[in-house]
């Protein structure tokens, strides 16, 4: 057996290598820019410092920066499932009482245009400066549409065998919903929450630039700024971003596990 | 016929879609006797995906009346009567062949154990043993559609009703699905109400064919196929066959199917 092993992993290793490498190369080529040409072609420290001490400034103040991420990654956390968990029983109701969908559907798609980063200040103003409410409530209310408007689809995009089959076996709307609706919509579903992780982040982040407590991440980036402690900025950027990528590869990878069944999941698994 | 016997009894059905839109279906007389297997055939739009679908209390009729197994359309839908398979196999990504089949005796609250014995007689039944693991992305469009026959006979309906199932398929399998079917439909001896509109098909698994005609949708005519039971390769030489397929053919075109221009047939 293990003799039949080796190559078959062997030719696993030589695929995946084929398949990271040259993101891996172009990853090399991006840090080797910041941290070489960049400096070299004269762009100025508070622009963009080199790479290394970006890196020397997270080293530096990296208690400080953890903090601040798990605070700031707690309020992003905090809005997507609210806004999330909300998002899909409102869903679940405008697919049950179809009416109500068509009534309430122009105004939710309008609503999703709408800028809502620009209402930071204002919810300041209800929550408290000082409350991660005010950051959880914006990084659920980004979440909310994009996830309500996905779900909705999810849930009524059946093809019309599918509902009749279900009415052939006299199956109440309870049913149709646990057995066909709810699971023909969770490709939508993921999708969504992978849009709505990011949006979180982004809320949560923007949140803070409007004040919150002086350990938040965003508070952190606009105090260094404003001290030209550029390294430090750019450190808790770095972080606001592993963060954020962080989330969005849990949200793919509980995709993975749940929808494993659907196509667009199929074709990423060799 | 003794009104005993009767599944299905049609009596002027009519119906209409939309406000004085298309007459998909105009006087409506059908009478389906018990172990009988009766072809609705015709040109698209002539109303049989239609009719099925009121046999099945799925799409109302505009007017008349239609019993099945004694009883309304609608008693008999929710006393689960008949079983249904469509064009395309409608299987349920997310489960596997094994959960579909199963689909109805879940609703229907059978416990696991009859619900995996009931699964591998089906698997048996229609010749798929060993794929009860299987999604189906991972079968073929035939294979899938025996998924689904298998799903409509799970809980043993008296009657089934099938809606040009092998439509999609090349012609080499359906015509060893139309053997599967007729020899599935000979172990179980329920009653059959078919749509298609192969001509050959319709004549090769009936006892009787149906002929029905477009705008407004009615029956033309009704032909007795008395080709012996039980039908196999060589049903499809016998010289009885063709003039059995003439004689479909002709009832079609008499029925005005030469004027039909294609479309899609007209379903809600």
């Known amino acids: 057996m293990s003799t039949l092993a080796h190559p078959a992993s062997g030719r696993r290793n030589t695929q995946r290598v084929r398949k990271w490498g040259p993101a891996a190369i172009v990853f090399g080529i991006g840090m080797a820019l910041w941290q070489w040409v960049l400096p070299a072609l004269g762009v100025e420290r508070y622009l963009l410092p080199p790479l290394s001490d970006v890196l020397q400034a997270f080293w530096d103040n990296r208690s400080e920066l953890v903090r601040g991420g798990w605070i700031t990654f707690k309020e992003a956390l905090g809005g997507f499932v609210l806004g999330c968990s909300l998002a899909f029983g409102f869903a679940l109701v405008l697919a049950r009482w179809r009416p109500l969908g068509s009534a309430l559907m122009p105004y939710m798609i309008a609503a999703n245009a709408v800028p809502i980063v620009a209402f930071a200040p204002i919810t300041n103003a209800w929550f408290g400066t000082l409350s991660p409410w005010s950051k959880v409530v914006i990084a659920a209310v980004l979440c909310f549409f994009p996830v309500l408007v996905n779900t909705l689809r999810g849930l009524t995009s059946l093809r019309p065998e599918s509902l009749e089959l279900m009415r052939s076996y006299a199956a109440p709307q309870r049913v149709v919903f646990a057995r066909a609706r709810i699971p023909n919509s969770l490709p939508f579903v993921f999708s969504a929450l992978k849009i709505a992780s990011v949006l979180a982040m982004i809320g949560a982040v923007v949140g803070d630039y409007f004040g919150g407590s002086t350990e938040a991440l965003g508070v952190q980036i606009v105090s260094s700024v404003s001290l030209a402690q550029y390294e430090t900025a750019w450190a808790a950027i770095l972080v606001a971003s592993l963060i954020g990528i962080a989330f969005y590869a849990a949200v793919a990878l509980a995709e993975r596990l749940v929808v494993g069944w659907h196509p667009s999941i199929r074709a990423g698994v060799d | ?268």
């Open chain 2, 1 to 268: 016929m003794k009104p005993s016997e009767a599944v299905v009894t049609a009596r002027g059905i009519s119906k209409t879609f939309g406000k004085g839109g298309v007459t998909a279906l105009q006087d409506i007389e059908l009478d389906v006797g018990r172990g009988e297997f009766i072809s609705l055939i015709g040109p698209s739009g002539c109303g049989k995906s239609t009719l099925l679908r009121v046999i099945g209390d799925l799409v109302d009729p505009t007017s008349g009346e239609i019993r099945v197994n004694g009883k309304s359309a609608r008693q008999a839908r929710l006393d689960r009567d008949y079983g249904i398979v469509f064009q395309s196999a409608v299987l349920y990504d997310w489960r596997t062949v094994a959960k579909n089949i199963a689909l109805p005796l879940e609703l229907m609250g059978f416990n696991r154990a009859e619900r995996a014995a009931r699964v591998q007689e089906l698997l048996s039944l229609v010749e798929l043993d060993g794929f009860e693991k299987h999604y189906p992305w991972q079968l073929s469009g035939g294979m899938q559609q025996r998924v689904s026959i298998a799903r409509a006979l799970s809980f043993t309906p008296a009657l089934l009703l099938m809606d040009e199932p092998f439509g999609a398929l090349d012609e080499m399998t359906r015509e060893r699905m139309n053997d599967e079917l007729l020899r599935i439909w000979t172990e179980i001896r329920s009653t059959v109400i078919f749509v298609t509109h192969s001509i050959t098909e319709a004549v090769y698994l009936s006892t009787r064919v149906v002929v029905m005609s477009p705008r407004p949708g009615r029956i033309t005519s009704v032909l007795p196929i008395d080709l012996e039971q039980p039908r196999t390769r060589e049903t499809r030489e016998d010289p009885r066959f063709f003039e059995l397929v003439t004689e479909v053919r002709e009832a079609l075109h008499a029925g005005g199917a030469d004027d039909v221009v294609e479309e899609p047939e007209v379903v809600e």
